[in-house]
């Protein structure tokens, strides 16, 4: 791990239904790991990654739901002190993009509005039974006042990005409100 000092610490959670690439996005994210047959993050809590944001040294701490949604209950405490999400969907199933609603709802139940959330569509490389558009995604973004990026954890596309995206927005308002 890098071991400069840090200047800030962000805690990020990873949302949305079972098997749409949670664990993925953050192995290829930590790691650069994908897992094809993934359940080997069970267990796993969180994983850390430092980025450089506008020359200040900022460790991402990104909890990983680890299963726990199949029971349809995510706990508070995974929620605790969350001050960004990635609620993410899979642009190849329909039902988990109708589940970002839900997400949203619960999101806000245990973080009011404060959590820096983007809207991630993963698994773009399965283009050719895609059932949710690009236009979609960006829509129901908008409507809800969230950030929007498409990824691909199996072939990297934008997988930082979207980490990256998160980090840097929890930065600007966390240094608007120091100043
Ligand atoms: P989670 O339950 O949301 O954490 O999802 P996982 O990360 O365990 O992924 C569920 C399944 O989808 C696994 O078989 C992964 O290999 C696969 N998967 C994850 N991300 C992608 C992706 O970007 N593209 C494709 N084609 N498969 C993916």
């Known amino acids: 791990m890098d071991q400069r000092p840090q200047d800030y ?3 990020v959670v990873l949302i949305g239904d079972s098997a749409v690439g949670k664990s993925n996005l953050l192995s290829r994210f930590a790691r650069d790991q994908f897992h094809p047959n993934s359940k080997s993050t069970i267990g796993v809590e969180f ?4 980025l450089d944001v506008e020359g200040k040294v900022i460790r991402a701490q990104v909890w990983d739901t680890a299963g ?13 002190g969350a001050v960004g999400a990635l609620l ?14 839900r997400w949203l709802e619960e999101l806000h139940t245990h973080c009011n509005m404060n959590a820096v959330t983007v809207l991630v569509g993963n698994k773009t490389d399965l ?3 895609r059932e949710v558009s690009t236009a979609e995604g960006r829509i129901l973004a908008e409507a809800q006042g969230l ?17 990256q995206t998160v980090v840097e ?11």
């Open 127 to 129: 283009e050719d039974t």
């Open 9 to 11: 610490l962000f805690k």
């Open 68 to 80: 726990q949604e199949r029971f349809k209950a995510v706990t508070a405490a995974y929620y605790r």
């Open 88 to 101: 993410v969907y899979d642009v190849s199933r329909r039902q988990t993009f109708d589940s970002v609603g």
């Open 147 to 163: 950030f929007f990026m498409e990824t691909s954890a199996l072939d990297s596309s934008n997988v930082t990005a979207a980490f």
């Open 169 to 179: 927005e929890i930065y600007h308002i966390v240094s608007r409100k120091a100043s």
């Open 47 to 50: 994983q850390t990654k430092t």
